[in-house]
């Protein structure tokens, strides 16, 4: 059964720094990755999807790596900003033809002024 | 707004009551997931739909929760008799048919119910 963690479950950094966080999956069998984001009380935004065969995506301040070998993947936020702060969920696609999403609990992110 | 959409966005009811959620797709997208988040977690798959067919149901789906889809545009996710750890935000996203694209979801805001 495929699980997805995340950590930290919660980081307070200053504005400016730059951040990593991290996500791990027990299964590497994965259509591809994604991460999201989630303003309190609010939906999900899709920030970066990575295939199975890509090694890193960016887009902006963002930057996403993927290794699925080790089940790992890391979400890079330069020059943070506090506009930055919200939740961060990443989720794995089985390689399922439903394409359902297997979630991690999130990073609570607060960035600091 | 071309975005997934859910009505209602927060509803309270009492612990016995049934509510009903709606989900309307973005349109021509095909797909059509129902997923559950509590407090804290991130968001468990529910159901999943394709045109009108569901075609999976999570064993977190109990017998008193119940989807439709019936003409393959909106989806209906029902509570029966609800209780209150069914409090969490009931989330929908929908993806496009095409090759490459199918595995896109695009959520819409949610509908957070509390029940009491």
């Known amino acids: 059964k495929q699980e997805v963690t995340q950590i930290p479950a919660a980081l307070s950094v200053p504005e400016g720094e730059n951040l990593v966080l991290n996500c791990s999956f027990t299964?590497?069998?994965?259509?591809?990755l994604q991460w999201f984001r989630q303003d309190p009380g609010k939906g999900l935004t899709s920030l970066l999807l990575i295939q199975s065969s890509q090694r890193e995506q960016t887009s902006g301040r963002l930057n996403a790596s993927l290794d699925k070998s080790s089940g790992r993947s890391t979400l890079y936020i330069a020059a943070s900003q506090p506009g930055d702060s919200a939740t961060y969920l990443c989720?794995?696609?089985?390689?399922?033809?439903?394409?359902?999403?297997?979630w991690g609990a999130g990073t609570k992110l607060i960035i600091k002024p | 707004d071309t975005g997934v959409s859910q009505d209602p966005r927060h509803k309270i009811t009492k612990r016995g009551q049934n509510v009903t959620f709606r989900c309307d797709p973005i349109?021509?997208?095909?797909?059509l997931y129902w997923y559950r988040q509590t407090l804290g977690q991130g968001p468990e798959f529910l159901t999943y739909?394709?045109?009108?067919?569901?075609?999976?149901k999570s064993r977190l789906l109990s017998d008193r929760f119940s989807a439709e889809r019936p003409k393959g545009s909106f989806s209906t996710l029902e509570i029966q008799r609800t209780e209150q750890g069914d409090s969490a935000m009931y989330l929908c996203a929908s993806s496009p048919p095409w090759l490459g694209a199918a595995e896109t979801q695009y959520f819409g805001p949610g509908t957070r119910l509390l029940v009491l």
């Open positions: 349109s021509e997208h095909n797909r």
């Open positions: 739909f394709q045109n009108e067919a569901q075609l999976e």
């Open positions: 299964d590497s069998a994965i259509y591809n």
């Open positions: 989720a794995v696609n089985l390689a399922n033809s439903n394409y359902q999403l297997i």
